[in-house]
């Protein structure tokens, strides 16, 4: 049973395309994120939602919008892929805001 | 806000040796201090926390250290194993209005058999 699983694993696109990450969690944790990891393994977060409410939105270009229908899932949208979007993408869940997070395998996207 | 800086960014150690990974932060509200290890096509998978009110914690062959006053955190591996290679993160956390999570640069350990 994966307890954070994220789809698809790879993603390749041609740029200004507009594409779709889907994280779900059955963990039952009421928080979730999303970090982005580029080339050199750095690890930022993007968003975070609790319990569907958005709390954290990091300086992120207002072509990246996630959503979350329900507690156990948070899906991110990106318009216009541009190449500096490549990069490695994780899904997280935790119990408590900040603490113990469950991450997902991450999505490889590559921008062309 | 707040910022970790993680030291080294590559270390190499033989098959049974020890090894040290440092951390400082900058923000004195941050509370909860865990590590991370990412294995090469994965996902970080939590390792070892520590919170504010402890100075020391152990788990099998990892440790985690804190100095407060320092703004000091560290992890130690004992009995290195080749499986113990990957990827390290350290990270703190703060509850503030953003409580936000934030990740060091990383460390790449490599165990040699």
């Known amino acids: 049973d994966t307890a954070v699983s994220q789809t698809p694993k790879y993603l390749v696109t041609q740029m200004g395309n507009d594409k779709s990450i889907k994280c779900e969690q059955n963990l039952g944790h009421d928080t979730m994120y999303w970090y982005k990891q580029d080339s050199k393994k750095f690890l930022k977060i993007m968003f975070s939602?609790?319990?569907?409410?958005?709390?954290i939105n990091e300086t992120v270009p207002n072509r990246f919008s996630p959503k979350s229908p329900d507690k156990a899932h948070l899906n991110l949208h990106i318009n216009s892929l541009e190449l500096g979007d490549s990069a490695v993408y994780f899904c997280a869940s935790s119990p408590l805001r900040g603490e113990k997070l469950f991450f997902g395998s991450g999505t490889q996207l590559s921008v062309l | 806000g707040e910022n970790v800086e993680q030291h080294p960014s590559t270390l190499s150690v033989q098959e049974g040796d020890s090894a040290v990974i440092k951390c400082t932060y900058s923000?004195?509200?941050?509370?909860?201090f865990p590590w991370y290890k990412q294995e090469l096509g994965k996902g970080p998978q939590l390792i070892i926390d520590?919170?504010?009110?402890?100075g020391e914690k152990k788990d099998q062959r990892i440790a985690v250290t804190l100095n407060k006053t320092a703004k000091h955190f560290s992890l130690h591996i004992t009995e290195t194993q080749p499986e113990d290679s990957a990827v390290y993160f350290c990270a703190a956390y703060a509850i503030h209005n953003t409580d936000k999570l934030i990740f060091g640069t990383g460390t790449r350990l490599q165990v040699f058999p």
């Open positions: 939602y609790n319990n569907k409410e958005l709390i």
């Open positions: 923000d004195s509200a941050s509370n909860y």
């Open positions: 520590i919170r504010s009110n402890v």
